[in-house]
Each structure stands twice: as structure tokens, then as C-alpha cells.
């Protein structure tokens, strides 16, 4: 090849900072720049990196967003035509070029002599805006380049793609002078298979996930009666932390069509459920306004009417207290309660640091292990949907993952 045919601009956004450490790559995008500065194409994808996300308070991907992401290996075809024929850009190259080649590594494909003849518009600010801070948000900020949601993948590349615009149009002949030779690139890149699996964005702020029910049929067909105590099982782990995260959810649709539950049988089981809260709420004699908001929380999640509550509250009042209820003694106001004793399992990047975490359960008697067994009370995760081996194993045990707010207010109780 005797000339590029333009730019393309990537940014990455990963589960942490060294491939060595088996971080991965969770979010990709790649900006095509021409010649003279302009943006030409954008393309970006969420990725399924089989790990957990790490700092996602950094990066703000959550795992219910990547589930159903692709792959690396299930668009790397489109990523190395995306870059074919075209120098490689980025903000802080050193570090997407060292997880890229590390992705690329994983399916047998050697990019590090293309990404070595790429272009650091990090290094590159300092000497095109004397003064500029290093980060690509300072960056953009001194030269007047906005409009982007900073710190995801497509928002940073977009980014970085008009920082580069700017310096090509003021200092185009420095810009030229970074530039290698294109007889010392290494321009050949292999030809994989494309369009594989379609790119996932993530999910707007303001948008929400309709609610589990709706994907219940209102009739199934079925031979004999159904099991809805597999379904209540499920419900109550899911149900320990008050919030039924998307995995969860997932699991509650399973398991009510696996054993042939329609919706309303579903919905009397949620009611059920309901009564056992506000039976085991009456035990004293008294319903204090925590177990009331609680009981309000779990009727939103299960999709029944607030009245309901006050419902159930006045009908189990007027009930003997001394009819013999099953699941009466098993339910719990307020959700996870934990024990001395209690084996407890701890994944992902948490608000509190993990050391304190862990010292601080121990001194309650709690025994913190590094995996998960049968004998696991709970995983208490930073993101309830974690794609960790730990949240892997504890859904396959049928464990309950709890948030790390959920597992805090346990530890609170325990003291």
C-alpha cells in the first residue's frame, strides 16, 4: 500500500487495566476520520467479555447490558476491516493497542506490527496545544470539542476522532511527521468472517425493562398440576436483596414455563407470597413502617397494586394467630438475614474496599470463602447481574446473588 486512505480512531473501554491480569474488553468503537479531518463512519459495540465488568462506576457498563453483547471473536472480522487500510488513532494508544493485541491474541491473529505504526493524540495534544492537559476530557474541554458522553466507548472515540480532526486541520504537516513510513507498516491484515452477530449499545438512562410478567403467556398447555413450588424457590432468592435483577428475571420466566405456569397462576403465587410477608409481619403483634415499605417494595416487584398491601396487612390481622402455615415461618420482612456461620462469597469491584468487606463480616462470625458450594448462604456481587465464574457457579447451584447494599443492611442486622 503507498498511501492510507484515512484514519480509524478506536477507543476501548475494559474490565480493568492489564490483559495479564485476564482483563477484557467491554465496550468497542471505532471512528473513521479522513484525510482532512472529517468524520466519515462510526461503529461501536458492547462486548461480552465472560468476566466480571470490574470498576464499572468508571465505565458505567452494567452486566445486564452485555448478556446478550457478542463476543470479541464474533466481530473481530468487522473490526480488522474496519481498520484496514487505515492508520490506527487513539487517545493513550499504548493502552487500547495493548488490549486489542491481547484480544487478537485469543483467536490467533498478530496485529501488533499494525497497531505499532498507529497515532497517540495523547501524545500528540501536548505539542499541537502547548498547555493542554493529558486526558482526552481536558483535551476536548481546551479546544472547544464537546457534545459526547465521555467514558463510554463510542462518546471517547467520537471524541478523540474531533480532537484529531483539530490537530489535522491546524498542524497537519506535525501530524505528518508522527506518521510512519507506510513501507514500514505492516498493512496485511487477515480476512475473518463478518457480520457475525449484530453490535448492542447500551441501553438509554430513561429506558427500563418492561416488566417479567409480560413475558408470561396468559395460557400454556400442560399435563397435570403445576409446580409452583420451584417457582416460589426461585422467587425467594431472587427476592433476598428487594430488587430482581434482569438474570433473575430471567430465571422466574424459565422456571414458570419449564413447569407450565400461565400468568395468573404466576400471579396468585406473587399474592401468596404477599400474605406470607404480611403474616410474618403480624408475629408481633405490630407492623412498624419499615415492614410496611418493605411489604410496599416487594408488591411493586411482583407487579401487584400498592392497595394490595393494605389488603393482605388487614386480612392477616383479623386471622388466628395460631393457624399453621407452612412457608408462614420461612418468609422475612426485609429480606436477607444472615447468621454466625453463614458462608458467604464476595465478586466484583464494590464501593467499600474488599479487605474491610471481609474483615468486617468475619468479626460477625461470618465465614467469607473464595468459591462457591452448595453450602453458600449467598454471593454478594457489585452488579447483581455479574458475568463472573462466581455468579456463574452460585445460578447453576440455584444461590442467590445479592447486591453489596442488600448484603451491607445483613451485616447491620448482625451486630
Known amino acids: 500500500m503507498t498511501a492510507p486512505l484515512g484514519y480509524a480512531v478506536v477507543d476501548t473501554e475494559t474490565t480493568g487495566i492489564l490483559p495479564g491480569f485476564h482483563h477484557r474488553v467491554a465496550e468497542i468503537a471505532v471512528v473513521h476520520v479522513d484525510h482532512a479531518g472529517s468524520i466519515t463512519n462510526e461503529w461501536s459495540t458492547l462486548v461480552n467479555p465472560d468476566r466480571d465488568l470490574g470498576p464499572q462506576a468508571i465505565h458505567g457498563i452494567r452486566a445486564a447490558e452485555v448478556r446478550q453483547a457478542p463476543r470479541f471473536e464474533q466481530f473481530a472480522g468487522d473490526i480488522l476491516e474496519l481498520f484496514r487500510g487505515r492508520i490506527v488513532v487513539a487517545h493513550n494508544l499504548q493502552f487500547d493497542s495493548m ?134 424457590s426461585v422467587l425467594d432468592g431472587a427476592l433476598l436483596d428487594r430488587q430482581i435483577s434482569i438474570s433473575e428475571a430471567d430465571a422466574l420466566v424459565e422456571v414458570a414455563h419449564e413447569f407450565g405456569l400461565h400468568k395468573a397462576e404466576v400471579i396468585g403465587v406473587h399474592h401468596d407470597y404477599l400474605r406470607d410477608l404480611a403474616r410474618a409481619a403480624w408475629v408481633d403483634g405490630f407492623v412498624s413502617e419499615d415492614e410496611r415499605q418493605d411489604l410496599e417494595a416487594v408488591a411493586a416487584l411482583l407487579g401487584l397494586d400498592a392497595s394490595e398491601v393494605d389488603r393482605v396487612l388487614s386480612q392477616e390481622q383479623a386471622s388466628p394467630p395460631d393457624r399453621p402455615e407452612s412457608r408462614a415461618a420461612q418468609v422475612s420482612v426485609g429480606g436477607l438475614v444472615l447468621r454466625p456461620g453463614d458462608r458467604i462469597v464476595l465478586t466484583g469491584s464494590m464501593r467499600r474496599e474488599r479487605n474491610d468487606l471481609k474483615a468486617e463480616a468475619v468479626a460477625l462470625g461470618l465465614r467469607v470463602v473464595s468459591s462457591v458450594s452448595k453450602r453458600t448462604k449467598v454471593v454478594a456481587a457489585a452488579d447483581p447481574d455479574s458475568l463472573s465464574g462466581k455468579a456463574k457457579d452460585a445460578r447453576a447451584l440455584g444461590i442467590p446473588v445479592v447486591t453489596e447494599d442488600a448484603f451491607l443492611r445483613a451485616l447491620e442486622a448482625l451486630k
Not at 498507529?118 to 502547548?130: D, H, K
Not at 476530557?137 to 478523540?160: I, S, W, Y
Not at 476522532?161 to 487477515?190: C, D, I, N, Y
Not at 418492561?210 to 403445576?226: N, Q, S
Open 99 to 232: 488490549h486489542l493485541y491481547a484480544e487478537f491474541q485469543r483467536i490467533g491473529v498478530d496485529v501488533s506490527r499494525y497497531l505499532s505504526g498507529g497515532l497517540c493524540t495523547m501524545r500528540l495534544a501536548g505539542t499541537v496545544f502547548p498547555g493542554v492537559q493529558r486526558s482526552l476530557v481536558e483535551c476536548c474541554r481546551m479546544v472547544g470539542v464537546g457534545g459526547v458522553r465521555f467514558h463510554t466507548a463510542h462518546g471517547d472515540a467520537v471524541a478523540a476522532a474531533r480532537l484529531f480532526g483539530r490537530m489535522l486541520s491546524e498542524a497537519p504537516r506535525l501530524v505528518a511527521s508522527q506518521r510512519l513510513s507506510p513501507a514500514t507498516v505492516h498493512w496485511e491484515l487477515p480476512v475473518l468472517r463478518r457480520n457475525l452477530a449484530k453490535p448492542v449499545h447500551r441501553r438509554s438512562r430513561a429506558r427500563s425493562e418492561p416488566h417479567f410478567l409480560a413475558r408470561l403467556v396468559d395460557r400454556v398447555p400442560r399435563d397435570g398440576e403445576p409446580e409452583k413450588d420451584a417457582y416460589l
